[in-house]
Nanobody
Framework: QVQLVESGGGLVQPGDSRRLSCTAS??????MGWFRQAPGKEREFVAA????????GYADSVQGRFTISKDNAKNTVFLQMNSLKPEDTAVYYC???????????????WGQGTQVTVSS
């Protein structure tokens, strides 16, 4: 059972930056992803990265503003979020799976989530 622990959420102003972290108890899957869920909306894909190699994937809504990266030695992935907008407000979840996919059902393990609120 892989355990995922997110951190880094909080209240930020529009235009600010924030970095989220997710540490996995083990690397038994090939891919780590970030999803988000706003109140009243479905959980949506944000970004994903493979533990081996440099392949990444991004949602159109965050392409160019968010960057996913990793530290294999620490079993940790990061989501650097720049130029944050109020519509980025959501609970951000870390997930582990075997392929870079946008559907939440493709990911086997999930963290508890961390709240990011973008407001002036």
């Amino acid at each position: 059972q892989v355990q995922l622990v997110e951190s880094g959420g909080g209240l930020v102003q529009p235009g600010d930056s924030r970095r989220l972290s997710c540490t996995a108890s083990e690397r038994s899957t090939d891919v780590m992803g970030w999803f988000r869920q706003a109140p009243g909306k479905e959980r949506e894909f944000v970004a994903a990265i493979r533990w081996i190699g440099a392949r990444t994937g991004y949602a159109d809504s965050v392409q160019g503003r968010f960057t996913i990266s990793k530290d294999n030695a620490k079993n940790t992935v990061f989501l650097q979020m720049n130029s944050l907008k109020p519509e980025d407000t959501a609970v951000y979840y870390c997930a582990a799976g075997d392929f870079i996919r946008v559907a939440p059902k493709e990911y086997e393990y999930w963290g508890q989530g961390t709240q990011v609120t973008v407001s002036s």
